[in-house]
């Protein structure tokens, strides 16, 4: 008897400077109900869903972007967006800034099951940019000043029927974060992302080669893991900074099975078997019987290259 579960990618268009968290829930409300309308009992959101990617702005006093950052969750602001999907029978994820009761601050996914309870948390590892002001760069990506490295690791939880996992943006391309997960059985991993369309440091590399890359990531490691991973974009010209769309939903076998086709809010859906996971588990990705530990040692043991002498 098969698993499937609609899930939904719930992309999301631009978030101005300007504009309020409660003008952003009301758009994710609106995203939640097409995705129930069209079926899906899961829907996923993304990075930094409720305000603008404000790490490409430098400010010497870091406490100056705090305004930014969520204390609590949920709180008066999100309150009714978990009320909404709770009404909608829908369980969730998404992205925020999270400041901790002793201020570390944190890029934070949860996931919240349909009954509004948050059941799983996850602080991003992969931590892409720089932490000082860089003239040279065309736009500043300042994540490495303004939060630090996710200390959760990579765990995994059942939810509603499966095993879901979650990565942010930057994690997808680090084959390391699929395999920990792997490692744990995972059937759905959850990406949000806000990239840029422009590469800050070279000319070379267009629009079309980042999307490239982004889903030779992300199939590459749905495909290594046999895993289902759902990947959204928050898209479009925030404050004159522009992200590229082209959230997905790709199968154990990496395929893309569904994609966005624009840079606003948008809602496609897939109905996903879970136990599609089960065939490449138990075949060429049988951990168990094929990986050789033995000689992974530099993976854990060193971080930058050391060249043979």
């Not at 609609?6 to 400077?17: H, S």
């Not at 995705?35 to 400010?59: C, D, I, N």
């Not at 949860?110 to 040279?136: C, N, Q």
């Not at 990579?154 to 979650?166: D, E, H, K, L, Y």
Request: glycine residues 8%.
């Amino acid at each position: 008897m098969s698993r499937i579960m609609t899930i939904a990618a719930a992309q999301m268009g631009p978030i101005q400077k300007a504009d309020s968290r409660e003008d952003v829930i009301q758009r994710m409300c609106a995203l939640l109900r097409d995705a129930h309308a069209k079926g899906a009992s899961f829907v996923v959101f993304p990075e930094l869903a409720l305000t603008t990617f404000f790490p490409r702005w430098y400010h010497e006093d870091v406490s100056e972007a705090d305004h930014w950052f969520e204390r609590d969750m949920p709180n008066a602001a999100t309150r009714p967006l978990f009320d909404c999907a709770r009404s909608l029978g829908l369980g969730m994820t998404f992205g925020y800034a999270e400041m901790t009761p002793d201020g570390q601050r944190f890029n934070t996914s949860i996931l919240v099951d349909p009954s509004g309870e948050i059941v799983g948390k996850y602080r991003k590892v992969h931590l892409p940019g720089h932490a000082e002001f860089d003239p040279e760069r065309a736009h500043q990506h300042l994540e490495k000043r303004y939060f630090e490295p996710g200390d959760l690791g990579f765990p995994v939880w059942r939810f509603m029927g499966g095993i879901f996992g979650m990565m942010i943006c930057n994690d997808r391309r680090w084959p390391e974060a699929y395999r920990v997960m792997g490692l744990q059985g995972v059937e759905v991993i959850t990406l949000g992302f806000n990239t840029p369309s422009a590469n800050s440091q070279t000319a070379g590399e267009d629009t079309a080669q980042r999307i490239f890359h982004h889903k030779l990531s992300v199939q590459a490691g749905a495909y290594q893991n046999s895993a289902w991973v759902v990947a959204v974009a928050k898209a479009g010209v925030e404050d004159g900074h522009a992200l590229f769309g082209a959230s997905i939903i790709v199968d154990p076998n990496g395929e893309i099975v569904a994609e966005t086709q624009t840079e606003e809010d948008e809602v496609v859906v897939h109905p996903c078997d879970l136990d599609a996971t089960a065939f490449g588990k138990q075949t060429i990705f049988d951990f168990a019987r094929h990986r050789r530990t033995e000689h992974y040692g530099r993976i854990t043991s060193q971080t930058g290259v050391i060249l043979p002498e």
